[in-house]
């Protein structure tokens, strides 16, 4: 058990690890250990499979994941809705972490395990609300996949997973990490441009949305969401959608609901 500013924190289980980070299910307490609740903590913690080269950039990675911390917290701030929030973190020593509201499940499962056409809606709208924050900030998310998206207890979806996030910012942006990941993001939400030029852009994380709703609807959709989904699929990054809010009303006129 250790302390991070008035509470104290205990590791229970492993929830699972990726290239960056190790995530544990913990307990936080009051200073009087009288009462807690279950969170998630991630840890800065480089998977031992990382090649030699990689391990030689340790500092770089650490700097990305303090990266990840900052950009999360402020997006958080902007929209609490919509981006998975942090409420505790440490950047001290070698091991730095941050401490989020454990979710329910994320949006794979939720795929996997079947949702209601309502919830498939508003999971969607959702994501893209929250994925407009990121771009009307000047960030580029670059990771954007249904595991990379929460659901809580109240049913919302959020997004996660800051790790590879582009701050556009050019001014703001004091950490240039030298790291980039080979092969940036996911197959099958990966833009062609990423893959072919290792150029991004906003219109990337439009094409990974692309592939999400394709997931949640199991490519049972109608004429008007094919539409979508292909517009946000397109080849070219110039011919998807401009922004997340024009995508928002293509998608919500499909559907035929409010924004």
Same mark, same amino acid.
């Given at each position: 058990?250790?302390?991070?500013?008035?509470?104290?924190?205990?590791?229970?289980?492993?929830?699972?690890?990726?290239?960056?980070?190790?995530?544990?299910?913990?307990? @936080?307490?009051?200073?009087?250990?009288?009462?807690?609740?279950?969170?998630?903590?991630?840890?800065?913690?480089?998977?031992?499979?990382?090649?030699?080269?990689?391990?030689?950039?340790?500092?770089?990675?650490?700097?990305?994941?303090? @990266?990840?911390?900052?950009?999360?917290?402020?997006?958080?701030? #902007?929209?609490?809705?919509?981006?998975?929030?942090?409420?505790?973190?440490?950047?001290?020593?070698?091991?730095?972490?941050?401490?989020?509201?454990?979710?329910?499940?994320?949006?794979?499962?939720?795929?996997?395990?079947?949702?209601?056409?309502?919830?498939?809606?508003?999971?969607?709208?959702?994501? #893209?609300?929250? @994925?407009?924050?990121?771009?009307?900030?000047?960030?580029?998310?670059?990771?954007?996949?249904?595991?990379?998206?929460?659901?809580?207890?109240?049913?919302?979806?959020?997004?996660?997973?800051?790790?590879?996030?582009?701050?556009?910012?050019?001014?703001?942006?004091?950490?240039?990490?030298?790291?980039?990941?080979?092969?940036?993001?996911?197959?099958?939400?990966?833009?062609?441009?990423?893959?072919?030029?290792?150029?991004?852009?906003?219109?990337?994380?439009?094409?990974?949305?692309?592939?999400?709703?394709?997931?949640?609807?199991?490519?049972?959709?109608?004429?008007?969401?094919?539409?979508?989904?292909?517009?946000?699929?397109?080849?070219?990054?110039?011919?998807?959608?401009?922004?997340?809010?024009?995508?928002?009303?293509?998608?919500?006129?499909?559907?035929?609901?409010?924004?």
């Amino acid at each position: 058990m250790d302390r991070c500013g008035n509470y104290f924190v205990e590791d229970l289980e492993s929830l699972g690890r990726g290239g960056f980070g190790e995530v544990y299910e913990v307990n @936080v307490y009051n200073l009087s250990k009288t009462h807690s609740r279950k969170y998630a903590r991630k840890y800065f913690s480089p998977s031992p499979e990382n090649n030699k080269t990689v391990i030689k950039e340790i500092a770089d990675l650490r700097e990305r994941f303090l @990266v990840e911390i900052k950009t999360q917290c402020d997006l958080n701030y #902007i929209d609490y809705d919509s981006i998975a929030p942090i409420v505790l973190f440490s950047i001290a020593g070698d091991k730095p972490y941050f401490i989020m509201e454990k979710a329910e499940t994320n949006l794979l499962e939720a795929i996997e395990s079947g949702m209601s056409v309502e919830e498939k809606i508003m999971a969607v709208r959702q994501i #893209i609300k929250g @994925v407009k924050t990121i771009h009307d900030n000047d960030y580029v998310h670059r990771d954007l996949k249904p595991a990379n998206i929460l659901k809580y207890s109240d049913g919302r979806y959020k997004i996660s997973d800051f790790g590879l996030v582009k701050d556009l910012n050019h001014v703001r942006a004091e950490v240039k990490t030298r790291f980039q990941p080979n092969g940036m993001g996911t197959d099958g939400y990966r833009a062609p441009e990423i893959t072919e030029s290792g150029l991004f852009s906003k219109q990337s994380d439009i094409y990974a949305i692309g592939g999400i709703i394709n997931d949640i609807y199991s490519k049972n959709f109608t004429h008007k969401l094919k539409k979508v989904i292909s517009k946000c699929r397109e080849h070219w990054p110039e011919d998807r959608y401009a922004d997340a809010n024009e995508l928002l009303i293509d998608f919500c006129k499909a559907m035929e609901v409010t924004p």
